[in-house]
């Protein structure tokens, strides 16, 4: 396979043989017909054919989006960037065409706002080695992704919209199912994983009934999409939609239509600003309304915490976890009387429960506690409840991880200036699992590079096998959820108890007195 071209229903492509690793890489592959024009907020449809031998030696662009502060941990450089973005991206070392290697499906993150599959730490050469064929995905975002509208809703026989950006992903799994082969991928062992968004991805895949068929196993790093409110139903989202709409001047959908992306993409209504940077805290920024998955009857007919506890989910293996300090990049609370005081307004009589799991005395010791607040709610507790509704309504394995291993770098504050630790943060994990460490230039140890190679390990051989265990590496027990055990990723990797299982427990507990309180 080194010099062949490779064909695939839509004609045939020349990638990029690396000789030093023998890898092979197909960039910039277009996985369905730009959605431009009339196709803009329409489902994907299959990519038009092409003559000759299409190069796919680069990548695609990324969808249109904020930019990320250069200071950002998760900064994501310059890339060029289309509403023109459905393009995957594939690493093989396979020598035949009939190989059948496991494959690997990675979804970015991003809040559905931002990122590409185009990343240096998203690079599959190392994994491939390990034995997958690896694949990256991009899909569209914001508004230009999520946007739910009542005439929208009209355009389809399934009478919904929105969640176009889900949609995006289950065409990628098709082309995938028709054409992996071609790169000695196993159409058969298909292994969907991401982080943050692309963890609440395949979350919502597992419960989306459009998705069956289509993977067989999944890996959900640090989000999820179980709690009450983490998904805004089609009516809301529908409303929202008119709003924007209002907001802007476009009376029907012929108007957003005719609209630039740019523009849909980053104005603010309120003030008809633009959004330069991606801050989900900007009260002015994107609305999640507008711009966030949706419970829609169509890519979900109930909301995933429904789904799940009726065993109506595709029931296949499941490794999923989060870091230690998922929060710990997220602005804090300011004071401790404000503190006291959000706790309060946001949780009624449930405020002081949450003041005494996360006791903060000084304005200094609010700082952690706000930021473990989010963290935990919006990451942590996602996995945890995710495992466990798995186990106890699935038949398939599960594989639990906590990973509390701080790299060496970034010390990063508010502005840039590099003043604070930030541990095990958000995104943390990603370069080990894929091997890419030297993506970015920080001073790397031995001990990082370890843990690199054990955590990649475990993943590709989860995808061959639907369990990470395998030869040299420490035994990673079956998760258990009447045993109060997980696998820690620290300076050792060893099964050990359950972080913060208080907080886990009152995130649970709050979650099911919402629901109650919903149901009345």
């Not at 043989?17 to 803009?40: D, E, H, M, Q």
């Not at 476009?250 to 959004?275: F, K």
């Not at 409840?385 to 398939?396: C, L, V």
Request: one cysteine or more; glycine letters at 10%; a neutral charge.
């Amino acid at each position: 396979m080194q010099t062949d071209s490779i064909h695939v229903q839509s004609g045939l492509l020349s990638g990029r043989w690396n000789p030093a690793r023998s890898v092979r890489s197909f960039k910039g592959i277009p996985y369905a017909r730009p959605p431009v024009g009339a196709l803009r907020w329409q489902p994907p449809q299959p990519p038009e054919p092409w003559s000759g031998v299409r190069p796919a030696d680069a990548f695609g662009p990324r969808a249109i989006q904020p930019n990320r502060p250069p200071h950002a941990v998760g900064y994501f450089g310059p890339e060029a960037e289309s509403e023109n973005c459905l393009t995957l991206n594939i690493w093989t070392a396979a020598n035949d065409r009939d190989e059948r290697r496991p494959v690997m499906v990675w979804f970015h993150g991003g809040a559905f706002l931002v990122g590409s599959g185009s990343l240096p730490i998203f690079d599959g050469e190392a994994l491939a080695l390990h034995g997958v064929v690896l694949v990256t995905v991009n899909y569209r975002l914001g508004r230009l992704g999520f946007l739910a509208h009542p005439g929208l809703s009209a355009e389809q026989p399934y009478r919904a919209s929105g969640n176009y950006g889900h949609l995006d992903q289950i065409a990628a799994l098709c082309w995938v199912r028709d054409n992996i082969a071609a790169f000695g991928g196993d159409p058969g062992c298909v292994t969907i994983f991401g982080q943050s968004a692309g963890s609440s991805t395949v979350n919502t895949l597992m419960a989306s009934p459009l998705a069956k068929g289509l993977f067989h196993r999944a890996i959900g790093q640090s989000g999820g999409s179980f709690a009450v409110q983490a998904l805004p139903l089609r009516e809301d989202a529908e409303r929202g939609g008119v709003e924007f709409a209002q907001a802007i001047g476009a009376r029907h959908v012929d108007d957003l239509r005719a609209l630039p992306a740019r523009e849909l993409q980053l104005v603010r209504p309120q003030d008809n600003t633009w959004i330069e940077f991606y801050d989900s805290n900007d009260p002015k920024g994107i609305d999640r309304t507008t711009a966030w998955p949706i419970v829609d009857g169509h890519l979900l007919h109930e909301f995933v915490m429904e789904t799940f506890a009726a065993g109506r989910q595709t029931d296949v293996p499941l490794l999923t976890g989060a870091t230690s300090d998922e929060g710990s990049t997220q602005p804090p609370v300011a004071s401790l009387a404000e503190f006291e005081r959000r706790a309060r307004a946001e949780y009624g009589k449930r405020g002081a429960d949450l003041l005494r799991t996360f006791p903060a005395a000084t304005d200094a010791e609010t700082e952690r506690a706000s930021r473990h607040v989010i963290g935990t709610r919006i990451f942590n507790w996602e996995n945890w409840t995710w495992a466990n509704m798995q186990s106890a309504h699935g038949r398939s394995g599960v594989f639990y991880y906590h990973f509390r291993h701080a790299p060496p770098k970034p010390r990063i504050g508010d502005r840039g200036d590099l003043s604070r630790d930030i541990g095990a943060f958000h995104t943390a994990e990603i370069p080990y699992v894929f091997q890419t460490l030297d993506a970015r230039s920080w001073p790397w140890r031995p001990a990082d590079r370890t843990l690199s190679g054990t955590m990649a390990a475990y993943w590709t051989n989860f995808a061959k096998t639907g369990d990470p265990n395998g030869y040299g590496l420490p035994p990673w027990p079956r998760f258990n959820p009447r045993q109060d055990s997980t696998m820690i990723f620290g300076e050792t990797v060893a099964p050990g108890a359950v972080p913060d299982r208080a907080v886990l427990d009152f995130w649970t507990e709050l979650d099911r007195s919402a629901r109650s309180a919903l149901a009345a």
